[in-house]
């Protein structure tokens, strides 16, 4: 099946700092990538949905200068987030999307918590 | 009112006992998803399903396209199977709208 990777798995940073959260899919090439953000016992909220070599698409709330997003391949996207503070403490997800028999089928990452002290 | 609701919110469960989850919605869907997500956090993907019936080893998806509703099964169920099970479904703009989930504890 197809496998989405996130690096880091978990990371904690200082207040202030940037953190670099990459998304890989493994074997295949990806059309779309998303990013989601989860709080404790809430479910996913999508941030972001970025193509390949074009802006990411922010929702509605979310800080484009904040969340840093760069999709320099068909198989990796990054998120930046940029002066972290502690509200910005959260599980990060990512999804990359292949065509399968014209549908597109999304496959989840392992997710990413930042902890910002 | 959410797009899409999941019952029951929390589920505890004999090891062994057959479970059931639902799952409605109520915006034009494309497809719909059962995800699995584990204490760790990482989110497996059971079923994507557009019609019908689907089956997994011990897991049974249906849908039910006309009453906006779809239920996911587990036979036999087993402490391994404790996760919280999450329900989206892809909206007519390719959007994913996820369901709260439904924290499932099965006790041996």
């Known amino acids: 099946g197809a496998v989405v990777s996130q690096h880091p798995s978990w990371v904690i940073c200082k207040s202030g700092t940037s953190v670099k959260i990459e998304c890989r899919s493994l074997?295949?090439?990806?059309?779309?990538m998303f990013w989601y953000r989860q709080f404790p016992k809430q479910s996913l909220m999508l941030m972001a949905t970025?193509?390949?070599?074009?802006?990411?698409?922010?929702e509605q709330g979310v800080e484009k200068d904040k969340f840093l997003i760069n999709h320099a391949s068909l198989t990796l996207s990054t998120l930046t987030v940029t002066s972290a503070h502690p509200e910005d403490s959260s599980f990060y997800i990512c999804?990359?999307?292949?065509?399968?028999?014209?549908?597109?089928?999304?496959?989840f990452g392992p997710g990413t918590r930042l902890t910002v002290l | 009112k959410n797009e899409v609701e999941q019952s029951p919110q929390n589920l505890t469960a004999q090891e062994g006992e057959f479970i059931t989850i639902n799952c409605s919605y109520s915006v034009g869907i494309s497809a719909l998803h059962w995800l699995q997500q584990h204490p760790g956090g990482g989110i497996v993907s059971l079923f994507m399903?557009?019609?019908g019936k689907k089956k997994h080893g011990r897991l049974i998806a249906t849908i039910n396209i006309q009453e906006k509703h779809s239920s996911l099964h587990i036979t036999a169920s087993h402490p391994r199977d404790s996760a919280v099970y999450i329900c989206a479904v892809k909206e007519l703009t390719n959007k994913l709208i996820f369901g709260t989930g439904t924290l499932l504890a099965v006790q041996p």
């Open positions: 074997d295949f090439q990806a059309t779309t």
């Open positions: 999804s990359a999307s292949r065509l399968i028999s014209s549908y597109n089928e999304q496959f």
């Open positions: 399903l557009s019609s």
């Open positions: 970025s193509n390949e070599g074009s802006k990411a698409t922010y």
